[in-house]
């Protein structure tokens, strides 16, 4: 299957009016791409190891509406619509921009095509991902099969499949948590894990001694990555609780979380967001409970310290890899 892109140089304060204007002429649906600075709330919706490069905000936008094409290169819309030709949907496209100078300002409003095959995104990625070591913990995805290397014997092979809106533990953020956890936890302790994802972070703890694990996340998809994880692992189900909601400011969440229930908590998200998440944390942790913090860029690790020291906890450790920082206090 084929697909036409065509894309429009627009402004930011136009994007809203010209994907509803498009619509008109059958295209439904656009990608944006644009320099606007992402809100508090964003930031907190967005449980990532790297935020998003937006650039200077100069204004502009760029957006992209992909439209199927037919065995004769027609491009399809709507159903029940006749196919049209590339070249006619671009002339139909500048008819509805020009339209719009009458009362807003597109800006540049140029329209360009490019032509994409069908592609299996959600699996293509798997090409990149080979299993790897963290010390003596052999990861490996769960269509590959163990390599032997070197004479070198794994303490423990961690099967994992992160799903394609996950991460993988390759990451610097995520090492540097696991050897926090094995250097903190006790046989039977009991861990929370906020912004899950895959339950990469909770799964290794409960196979590292761990007695049971909460993981806490926002995104729907994180339920069923993590029960393929535990399975993949021989993990009995039942020792981790997995909650969707935001433990920063969900009263249901911190309910069901519980407070004074955990020996160790991890948070491998973004400086941004651990910052107001540390004060939620808190009360959730036992008495000499640690409080794991990764996600941190060079640079910040400042701030993660100051909001564990406002909270009332005792700065243990920084670490780093590469550019990364890992913080680790202490109720």
């Given at each position: 299957?084929?697909?036409?892109?065509?894309?429009?140089?627009?402004?930011?304060?136009?994007?809203?009016?010209?994907?509803?204007?498009?619509?008109?002429?059958?295209?439904?649906?656009?990608?944006?791409?644009?320099h606007v600075p992402l809100t508090a709330s964003?930031?907190?919706?967005?449980?990532?190891?790297?935020?998003?490069?937006?650039?200077?905000?100069?204004?502009?936008?760029?957006?992209?509406?992909?439209?199927?094409?037919?065995?004769?290169?027609?491009?399809?819309?709507?159903?029940?619509?006749?196919?049209?030709?590339?070249?006619?949907?671009?002339?139909?496209?500048?008819?509805?921009?020009?339209?719009?100078?009458?009362?807003?300002?597109?800006?540049?409003?140029?329209?360009?095509?490019?032509?994409?095959?069908?592609?299996?995104?959600?699996?293509?990625?798997k090409q990149y991902f080979h299993q790897f070591?963290?010390?003596?913990?052999?990861?490996?995805?769960?269509?590959?099969?163990?390599?032997?290397?070197?004479?070198?014997?794994?303490?423990?092979?961690?099967?994992?499949?992160?799903?394609?809106?996950?991460?993988?533990?390759?990451?610097?953020?995520?090492?540097?948590?696991?050897?926090?956890?094995?250097?903190?936890?006790?046989?039977?302790?009991?861990?929370?894990?906020?912004?899950?994802?895959?339950?990469?972070?909770?799964?290794?703890?409960?196979?590292?001694?761990?007695?049971?694990?909460?993981?806490?996340?926002?995104?729907?998809?994180?339920?069923?990555?993590?029960?393929?994880?535990?399975?993949?692992?021989?993990?009995?189900?039942?020792?981790?609780?997995?909650?969707?909601?935001?433990?920063?400011?969900?009263?249901?969440?911190?309910?069901?979380?519980?407070?004074?229930?955990?020996?160790?908590?991890?948070?491998?998200?973004?400086?941004?967001?651990?910052?107001?998440?540390?004060?939620?944390?808190?009360?959730?942790?036992?008495?000499?409970?640690?409080?794991?913090?990764?996600?941190?860029?060079?640079?910040?690790?400042?701030?993660?310290a100051d909001a564990m020291k406002a909270a009332?906890?005792?700065?243990?450790?920084?670490?780093?890899?590469?550019?990364?920082?890992?913080?680790?206090?202490?109720?």
């Open positions: 299957m084929k697909w036409m892109r065509l894309r429009v140089r627009t402004r930011a304060e136009a994007e809203d009016i010209l994907v509803s204007a498009m619509e008109d002429i059958g295209l439904s649906g656009a990608q944006i791409e644009d964003e930031k907190e919706q967005m449980f990532v190891d790297i935020l998003p490069e937006s650039g200077e905000d100069d204004g502009s936008a760029v957006l992209s509406f992909f439209v199927e094409e037919n065995e004769e290169g027609m491009l399809v819309t709507e159903e029940g619509a006749e196919p049209c030709a590339p070249e006619e949907m671009k002339r139909r496209m500048e008819e509805v921009i020009d339209g719009l100078r009458a009362y807003c300002d597109p800006g540049e409003g140029t329209v360009t095509m490019d032509e994409t095959e069908d592609v299996d995104w959600i699996n293509n990625w070591r963290i010390d003596d913990i052999l990861v490996i995805p769960s269509w590959e099969e163990p390599e032997v290397e070197d004479g070198y014997v794994p303490s423990l092979t961690f099967h994992v499949d992160p799903g394609t809106a996950f991460g993988t533990g390759m990451h610097d953020t995520t090492q540097l948590c696991i050897r926090q956890i094995r250097k903190r936890m006790k046989p039977g302790c009991r861990i929370l894990d906020v912004g899950t994802g895959s339950g990469i972070l909770a799964i290794l703890a409960l196979m590292l001694g761990a007695g049971e694990a909460v993981g806490t996340d926002l995104d729907p998809c994180a339920p069923p990555a993590i029960e393929e994880n535990l399975a993949a692992n021989g993990i009995d189900p039942s020792r981790m609780q997995i909650l969707l909601g935001n433990l920063i400011d969900d009263p249901v969440i911190q309910e069901k979380v519980g407070r004074d229930a955990y020996d160790l908590v991890a948070a491998n998200i973004l400086a941004e967001v651990l910052v107001p998440m540390t004060p939620a944390v808190v009360p959730c942790m036992k008495k000499g409970a640690y409080f794991i913090t990764s996600g941190i860029l060079e640079g910040k690790e400042g701030l993660v009332g906890l005792t700065v243990e450790e920084i670490t780093a890899q590469g550019e990364w920082r890992c913080v680790v206090g202490r109720k």
